[in-house]
């Protein structure tokens, strides 16, 4: 049974916090080819955030199965950057997104809201989000020139979530390692 708030809305049990994977690789168009690749040097029970986005809805399908064996011969969760609904559908493990796309979250799904400032660490709080992607902590190929938290504003925002935290923006081992932060998502700074 679920926690209930004053509304009589029933919010799901968190995820719980020791399987929440240290490693995330999201995917887009500037990986897919090297998908492969990347996804078998993962450790062990990684974790995929599956995009595409640029791709027609048959195609994004035919990728995800793709992906999904990858992912499950290696024990990676496989989160999919879409509705609960066509999530469960998939047979996804999660979703990833705005806070306010997950709404409402499914206790068998879990669920990564995406984060720049503390409203949306709140809103993914909120949702029933199991952890948040903050980003960007550093400065990324995807938005040159956009403005960046760094590693002091990062920690600071991430001290006030209520969720676990998930390091993106220009990360990379390097990275992840000397800020001491142990779960990082990176597009291509995996390699």
Avoid at 11 to 32: G, H, M
Avoid at 49 to 76: G, K, M, N, T
């Amino acid at each position: 049974m679920g926690l209930r708030y004053s509304a009589g809305v029933t919010l799901r049990q968190p995820f719980p916090l020791s399987s929440l994977p240290a490693l995330w690789l999201l995917t887009d168009e500037r990986n897919d080819a090297g998908l492969p690749s990347a996804i078998s040097t993962l450790p062990m029970g990684s974790a995929v955030v599956f995009r595409h986005y640029h791709l027609p809805p048959q195609d994004r399908l035919a990728r995800f199965r793709i992906v999904q064996r990858l992912c499950r011969a290696s024990e990676h969760r496989l989160i999919l950057a879409d509705s609960a609904l066509t999530a469960r559908e998939w047979g996804a493990d999660g979703i990833y997104g705005a806070a306010r796309s997950l709404y409402p979250t499914r206790r068998d799904l879990l669920t990564i809201a995406t984060a720049h400032n503390l409203r949306e660490i709140g809103d993914a709080a909120r949702m029933g989000a199991d952890a948040v992607m903050l980003s960007p902590v550093f400065a990324t190929r995807s938005h040159p020139g956009a403005p960046v938290l760094g590693p002091v504003r990062f920690r600071l925002l991430a001290a006030q979530s209520p969720v676990p935290v998930i390091a993106l923006g220009g990360m990379s081992p390097r990275r992840a390692g000397s800020m001491n932060w142990p779960r990082f998502a990176a597009i291509d700074g995996l390699g």
